[in-house]
DNA sequence: ACTCAGGTTTGACACCGATTAAATTCATGA
DNA sequence: TCATGAATTTAATCGGTGTCAAACCTGAGT
């Protein structure tokens, strides 16, 4: 009944962990995808999503995909708060570099408890999103919503505040760090080539141009203000 | 070959932790105590121990017990460091309190990898003894030999310096903890009841009683001073 | 020397999380 | 409509960690 009096071990969590983040999308997350994220076969992940199926975690359509049951989404959402807490706890107590704490959180999360996760709330200030960004989620399981966009589909000259890196892929967030890439800083989109070509943007320091790919995972606010001025303003 | 490289899980790590801790004496641990101490039953354990002999993790000897090979003495040492290590690091950086630590440090001492003992041993300032006074290993494997007495078995009149509470209980340790019987406090043994009965001893601030079970697990470095006046300096 | 109790191991089994190989389903284009 | 190829599931199996019950050692006392 209680999330927190179940005996759910660390694979389980990590394939809730995975499949919730796969699926929220809408689209339900697929066996295959699931298999490639937790390095394991897709067979393997076939079989594991009947067991959660039977523990009433996921909803599992043979042949379709698997979401998360309210249980599961559940059970995720604490997975992933303390994911991006200790996230937070990492870099801010412990000294780490932000392309760093995402395999060292990704050890942890399933082996601490709810004190443990009260105390790094504590100490760090109950931020509301981890280092990169992404929210957390709240105490109660409670993922709350931000009116976070994607760069790469505003119009050119939007200006904003990069609220998040979207990756975990350690080289692209060292490299972003960089740049001074990174929630807080002031962006304005200069220019996207063609099919998928060099994105240039636009810091308080520098005008940066970027892969497409790279460009993809940053997310911003745009400002308020209705202005779309590309230039710098003299 | 290197041990940080070999495939260990938790249930291997916490079964070379507590067959070292019980092989410290000298004595082979046996199957029922170690079962015991994982709540395990012995038939489990059993079957366990020959798992780790045939890794060359235990020296077993089949109905007398097992103790660790150069090779499980290594990693069990390793589990223990960070143990203690996170122990210290959950007083001094989270704000826990000396009888809470154990289980956290417990659940992280088989999670945590090399970067991450580091972190926590630089953090806390390379501390050689945890909050209960236990002796951490060095980050290369010797544990280092302490001249830390069993204050019960001392003559009365002994006075010296607390060095270690050697229990893993709670209770025990948040009691002792009231009285201010610390490592670092002074302490002189006053008297001891016959027959495992009270055990009265003197602080800088008060004189107390402690059952026998108790006061046996007070280890402390006596004085230098041949001297063992039992009562106060006029 | 023998018995007996406690400690220990073995046997038979179960569950979990994997694997590989084979079978199955599904969407799609000819 | 039907063949095809990709995605998915099933079957058979494995290693790890446990259980219970039964068999087995061992040492101490008569």
């Not at 694979?11 to 962990?17: E, G, K, V």
């Not at 009947?50 to 975690?57: D, E």
């Not at 937070?88 to 000294?95: N, S």
Request: charged residues 20%.
């Amino acid at each position: 009944m209680n999330p927190e009096t179940q005996d759910l071990n660390q694979a389980t969590l990590h394939y809730l962990d995975v499949i919730y983040r796969l699926s929220q999308g809408g689209e339900p997350a697929t066996t295959n995808v699931i298999a490639e994220r937790l390095g394991v076969t897709p067979s393997g992940a076939s079989i594991m999503l009947r067991r959660l199926a039977r523990r009433k975690l996921v909803q599992l359509t043979p042949y379709k995909g698997a979401t998360l049951t309210p249980q599961g989404i559940k059970v995720a959402l604490r997975t992933i708060r303390r994911h991006r807490l200790l996230e937070v706890f990492l870099i801010q107590v412990m000294g780490f570099r932000w392309h760093e704490v995402d395999k060292h959180a990704h050890a942890l999360e399933t082996v601490i408890d709810q004190e443990f996760e009260d105390r790094i709330d504590e100490i760090t200030g109950h931020p509301t999103r981890c280092p990169h960004g992404h929210v957390i989620p709240t105490r109660d399981g409670v993922m709350p919503a931000v009116p976070d966009v994607k760069l790469v589909i505003q119009p050119i000259g939007t200006a904003g505040v990069i609220r998040c890196i979207d990756t975990d892929k350690p080289e692209w967030l060292e490299y972003f760090g960089q740049l001074g890439l990174m929630p807080g800083a002031s962006i304005t989109l200069k220019s996207i080539a063609p099919y998928g070509g060099a994105v240039t943007v636009a810091t308080s320091e520098q005008t940066i141009t970027l892969g497409y790919p790279l460009a993809e995972v940053i997310l911003i606010e745009p400002d308020r203000t209705g202005d779309t001025t590309p230039t710098q303003s003299a």
